[in-house]
């Protein structure tokens, strides 16, 4: 309706731009991982699998290192390959055959193992924005294949916004590969080569994961949640027998990382 000097009669008359007070307030904008498209596609396979490879090729030195040590401990070629291809999970391999003896103490090794690779749960959770939305065969296929050093890459490229869902499939490949050809490797020089610790194979793995930090690195705001998780894990590891300290400086990296989160 029009008033008698042609302006709007309808419209507020204590706003001055003379906008209409029903106008539609803009929606705001939704996280950039949540707008992202997730695709799984041979593309993103292949980008994980060569952004990978070097950090599969370190991760080989600790395969064989883990092969000699399987040796050790009384493991054939076969059943060290066996483990490694079934298992990926360097740091509970290790643990476990540093517990084999006769007779073999299944308890132990299980809670041991369950203990160490409970972290995952937090892994996965991790990616879960991203992979509920692939179908429940690519998601889950994809996680048989996640460690630690592929999880890292996984989730810095998916929170760049590429929305590679099978990038993760990708990194495992690669892992895979390189960690059962070098446990098959060191075992089959296990016998020759003797104590991996004599040619500092043993520190492979403690420099991947260092590089890994670094390209995890967002600022000041990442130093407070390793803090603490490099405190809990001391603390941990001094007071609570066996490895738990693993999972609950994680956990305890988590809880800060949310409080910070929703502060």
């Not at 692939?134 to 998601?139: F, I, T």
């Not at 996680?143 to 929170?159: G, S, V």
């Not at 892992?175 to 446990?183: E, G, K, N, R």
């Not at 001391?234 to 609950?248: K, Q």
Request: hydrophobic share 50%; net charge negative.
């Amino acid at each position: 309706m029009t008033g008698f000097d042609g302006s709007d009669a309808d419209h507020d008359p204590g706003d001055p731009a003379g906008r209409a007070t029903d106008e539609p307030v803009a929606e705001s904008r939704a996280p950039a991982d949540e707008r992202q498209p997730v695709t799984f596609s041979r593309e993103g396979i292949r980008a994980g699998l060569l952004t990978c490879l070097p950090v599969a090729v370190g991760v080989g030195g600790y395969g064989v290192a883990f092969g000699m040590l399987a040796r050790r401990a009384g493991l054939s070629v076969a059943e060290a390959a066996l483990m490694s291809a079934t298992v990926l999970a360097g740091a509970a391999q290790i643990v476990a055959v540093e517990l084999w003896a006769e007779p073999l103490p299944v308890a132990t090794i299980v809670l041991t193992t369950l203990a160490i690779n409970l972290r995952y749960s937090l892994m996965g959770a991790a990616l879960g924005p991203w992979l509920e939305r692939l179908s429940p065969g690519r998601s889950y296929g994809s996680l048989l294949l996640m460690a630690d050093e592929n999880w890292a890459l996984t989730m810095r490229d998916l929170k760049s916004g590429s929305g590679r869902g099978a990038f993760l499939l990708g990194t495992g490949i690669a892992m895979w590969c390189f960690w059962v050809a070098s446990t098959i490797l060191g075992a089959a020089a296990g016998g020759v080569i003797g104590d991996p610790a004599r040619y500092g194979i043993d520190f492979v793995l403690a420099a991947v994961f260092v590089a890994l930090a670094a390209e995890l690195w967002e600022g000041r705001s990442t130093l407070v949640p390793w803090l603490v998780a490099l405190a809990t894990a001391v603390a941990a590891a001094e007071l609570v027998p066996g490895r738990w300290y693993i999972l609950l400086g994680g956990l305890a990296a988590a809880a800060v990382e949310v409080i910070l989160h929703d502060r």
